[in-house]
Nanobody, 116 residues
Framework: QVHLVESGGGLVQPGGSLRLSCAAS????????MRWYRQVAPGKERQLVA????????YYADSVRGRFTISRDNAKNTVHLQMNSLKPGDTAVYYC?????????WGQGTQVTVSS
């Protein structure tokens, strides 16, 4: 079955950087778009942060464009989110997502806190 495991979150000061990773298994990773979402508080809607297609086409939300970079390593079935120039407004739980056969699969999430 599909399994997504995020890692790399933590506490960072404003202006700092973090690199999130999502290890995927249970499907043909190289054939699917991968996405990163974030949720700022329980009960709030998860917002799309970035996505990368199977052929490497990327999309970024306006709020992160120029600061975040999504990438994928098909040999390791892993997608990364490099986050630079972090702001307090980037504080959220970050989730890895893959839409597959009409179903959205999610990881457990990793907390990112940007605070001085």
């Amino acid at each position: 079955q599909v399994h997504l495991v995020e890692s790399g979150g933590g506490l960072v000061q404003p202006g700092g950087s973090l690199r999130l990773s999502c290890a995927a298994s249970g499907f043909t990773f190289s054939s699917y778009s991968m996405r990163w979402y974030r949720q700022v508080a329980p009960g709030k809607e998860r917002q799309l942060v970035a996505s990368i297609s199977a052929v490497g086409t990327t999309y970024y939300a306006d709020s992160v464009r120029g600061r975040f970079t999504i990438s994928r390593d098909n040999a390791k079935n892993t997608v990364h989110l490099q986050m630079n120039s972090l702001k307090p407004g980037d504080t959220a739980v970050y989730y890895c997502n893959v839409p597959r056969s009409g179903v959205n699969y999610w990881g457990q999430g990793t907390q990112v806190t940007v605070s001085s």
